[in-house]
């Protein structure tokens, strides 16, 4: 198989990713919180063996025995990663929802364990605690959140929760050292990836709690329907390209085997 088949079905394959997560980003750009997915990519240098064969003593040879360095770069992808720009804030007017204002994640306790998560979409359960739209216990310092009886209900910028003037709780707002190591789970959720090195850090004394409001997805649809129609088109081209390079094998096969 000819070298440029491979790397046509390489950038097929890249584009091909690059298209789901697009199209990921476009279904959720109306869910509380969502972050964008992007990718990114990388020159890898296929070098030969005549690159490492340099004499500078030129009186050995009037002529250069090796060809010129040849270095082919070739496009690859080389990480995935979240983009964790802040979203447009939304008012609401509940007071069950909230939204921060800057870095920093809320935490929810599931069966799996604790979470982090952008999305402040909150009810009141009958027990009186706060929950998440997929029914997730929201975390205050100490454990879950519980609201003492069903008074008006104020959260403050830095999370301190208080019904009736009386503080109850503050809630459990974190941030993460190496937001990149922060993997994405369903329901959108995010944990460290298991294995990496960060940890939990207060967050900057800048962040906001924003109570009555909602955290809009960070995806612009028209710039991601933009996108979506170059990975398309650059799609379709390496497609072109694997039909050409096998219809040039053929026609090579044909004439070298035909007997004349």
């Known amino acids: 198989m000819r070298d440029s088949t491979y790397s046509a079905l390489f950038g097929a394959m890249s584009n091909e990713h690059k298209l789901g997560l697009i199209a990921n980003n476009l279904a959720n750009a ?3 919180g969502y972050k964008k997915d992007q990718v990114a990519f990388h020159d890898t240098f296929q070098r030969f063996a005549h ?3 340099v004499d500078s003593r030129s ?5 250069n025995l090796w060809p010129k360095p040849d270095v082919m770069a070739k496009p690859r992808l080389s990480e995935q990663r979240t983009d964790f720009s802040q979203g447009s804030l939304q008012m609401t007017g509940n007071p069950l929802d909230l939204a921060i ?3 920093g994640f809320f935490k929810l306790r599931t069966p799996d364990g604790d979470f982090l998560t ?3 979409s909150f009810q009141l359960t009958a027990e009186g605690g706060i929950i998440s739209e997929q029914g997730y216990e929201l975390l205050g310092q100490g454990g879950p959140l519980l609201l003492p009886g069903a008074g008006n209900v104020i959260i403050d910028s830095q999370g301190q929760v208080s019904v009736d003037g009386a503080v109850t709780n503050i809630l459990d707002v974190v941030t993460v050292d190496d937001p990149t ?4 789970v369903g329901n959108n959720l995010y944990r460290v990836r298991p294995g990496a090195k ?3 850090t207060p967050v900057p004394p800048e962040t906001r709690v924003e109570q009555g409001y909602i955290e809009k997805a960070n995806v612009e649809v028209v710039t991601e329907m933009v996108a979506m129609i170059e990975v398309q088109r650059a799609f379709e081209m390496y497609q072109r390209m694997i039909s050409g390079t096998s219809e040039m094998d053929r026609t090579v096969t044909d004439k070298v085997g035909s007997v004349v």
């Not at 009186?59 to 002529?63: A, E, S």
């Not at 190591?181 to 994405?184: C, Q, S, T, V």
């Open 30 to 32: 109306n869910t509380t």
């Open 51 to 53: 690159d490492y064969l």
């Open 59 to 63: 009186y050995l040879r009037d002529k």
């Open 101 to 103: 204002s800057g870095e």
């Open 118 to 120: 952008r999305s402040g």
């Open 181 to 184: 190591a922060l993997e994405k």
């Open 198 to 200: 960060a940890t939990e």
